[in-house]
Nanobody, 119 residues
Framework: VQLQASGGGLVQPGGSLGLSCAAS????????MGWYRQATGKQRELVAR???????KYADSVKGRFTISRNNAENTVYLQMNSLKPEDTAVYYC??????????????WGQGTLVTVSS
């Protein structure tokens, strides 16, 4: 199973950016999907998660600015980021809880995509 993330880049403060991440490979089912981020010198932290049923959870720092969504048919998770701030600058990692077979549940990580918020 692989998670392929895309959509990072440079954006000015107050701007918007969208990330996407697709899971591919031997997949029976995908449960929770989410986004984490790691800024330079800091620990990786949860940004947002979404269950297969669509229940969302956000870090307090991004509530009201970021929106997570998913397409279950395509095993893809999205993160729409609005009103971006310099402190949102980080490498963003997608994460998924996947059943690669009917008897296994594993956690997978994407390769990370850099988001830089700067003027």
């Amino acid at each position: 199973v692989q998670l392929q993330a895309s959509g990072g880049g440079l954006v000015q403060p107050g701007g918007s950016l969208g990330l996407s991440c697709a899971a591919s490979g031997s997949i029976v089912n995908v449960r929770d999907m989410g986004w984490y981020r790691q800024a330079t010198g800091k620990q990786r932290e949860l940004v947002a998660r979404i269950t297969a049923g669509g229940k969302e959870k956000y870090a307090d720092s991004v509530k009201g600015r970021f929106t997570i969504s998913r397409n279950n048919a395509e095993n893809t998770v999205y993160l729409q980021m609005n009103s971006l701030k310099p402190e949102d600058t980080a490498v963003y990692y997608c994460n998924a809880i996947v059943l690669p077979t009917y008897w296994e549940t594993k956690e997978y990580w994407g390769q990370g995509t850099l988001v830089t918020v700067s003027s």
